[in-house]
């Protein structure tokens, strides 16, 4: 009987290992405090892709800067999402936003391969696009 409640307990287990988990790479689906465009990004698959894949350069990125040019991609990421924010369930401008921000990531990618001008292209670009951000 003992051995039947283990076998039991596994099986449930196991089944629990299957229910998909709704999360995008940089936040949580399940959070109580998402804004609309966050809960549009869960709703839909392809969003939520771009979304993690967005996160995945992000991270790739942090650890090949130093702690001041990590500090202003952070500030960059926070300034995009607030950005992207505003388009509330506008599922178009959504993706125009994760758009910009691949955009953003390449050309931040060139600066990276750029040693020889590596410093100040990354100061120019974060220059740039705060300014971009401000209009």
């Not at 689906?29 to 966050?38: D, F, G, P």
């Not at 894949?53 to 942090?62: D, H, N, S």
Request: glycine share 6%; charged share 25%.
């Amino acid at each position: 009987m003992q051995g039947d409640k283990k076998a039991a307990v596994g099986v449930v287990g196991l089944a629990l290992l299957w229910i998909p988990v709704a999360s995008a790479a940089s936040f949580d689906c399940s959070a109580r405090w998402l804004s609309r465009t966050e809960l549009a990004i869960c709703d839909d698959t392809q969003l939520s892709r771009v979304d993690e894949a967005v996160a995945r350069r992000l991270r790739g990125f942090a650890r090949r800067l130093n702690f001041g040019q990590y500090l202003g991609l952070r500030h960059w990421y926070a300034a995009s999402a607030r950005q992207r924010n505003q388009c509330e369930t506008d599922r178009i401008c959504i993706a125009a936003s994760y758009r910009a921000q691949a955009r953003f990531l390449d050309r931040l990618q060139h600066c990276l391969e750029a040693s020889f001008s590596r410093r100040a292209c990354l100061r120019d670009l974060l220059i740039g696009e705060r300014e971009t951000m401000r209009r």
